[in-house]
C-alpha cells in the first residue's frame, strides 16, 4: 500500500494556478515534516517545498518562491501546494514525501516515505 497520495495534477496554461493535495493512506504521519519534490524529465529529483508538522515552519525552493503555498490541515491530515504563476518550467511529476526532520529539504535520502507522483504540465 503506498503509504502518501496525490491529488490535483494536471495540464494548465502558463500563467495559471492548480493546487495539489497529499493525503495518507493507512498511515498518518503527524509529528514529520512533509515535503513536495518535482521531477522533470531528465533530470534529478528536487526539493520545491517543506513544512513541518505543526505548520509553523515552511520552505521553499528560490524557483517557486512567492508563487507557490504550502500548508497543512493535521484535522484532514492532509497537505496542500497552492502553485500560481505556472512556468512551462514548473512541469514535472509532483511527489509529496515526509520524513522526521527538515533535513528532508537538503536531503533527498532523508525522505522515509514517497507518494507516486501526480503530473503536472504547464504549456506555453
Known amino acids: 500500500q503506498v503509504p502518501l497520495v496525490e491529488y490535483g495534477g494536471g495540464l494548465v496554461q502558463a500563467g495559471g494556478s492548480l493546487t495539489l493535495s497529499c493525503a495518507p493512506s493507512?498511515?498518518?504521519?503527524?509529528?514529520?515534516?512533509l515535503g513536495w519534490f518535482r521531477q522533470a524529465p531528465g533530470k534529478e529529483r528536487e526539493f520545491v517545498s517543506g513544512i513541518s508538522w505543526s505548520g509553523s515552519f515552511t520552505s521553499y525552493a528560490d524557483s517557486v518562491e512567492d508563487r507557490f503555498t504550502i500548508s497543512r490541515d493535521n484535522a484532514n491530515h492532509t497537505v496542500y501546494l497552492q502553485m500560481n504563476s505556472l512556468k512551462p518550467e514548473d512541469t514535472g511529476v509532483y511527489y509529496c514525501g515526509v520524513g522526521p526532520s527538515s533535513n528532508i529539504r537538503e536531503r533527498i535520502d532523508a525522505v522515509e516515505y514517497w507518494g507516486e507522483g501526480t503530473l503536472v504540465t504547464v504549456s506555453s
Open positions: 493507512g498511515r498518518t504521519f503527524d509529528r514529520y515534516w
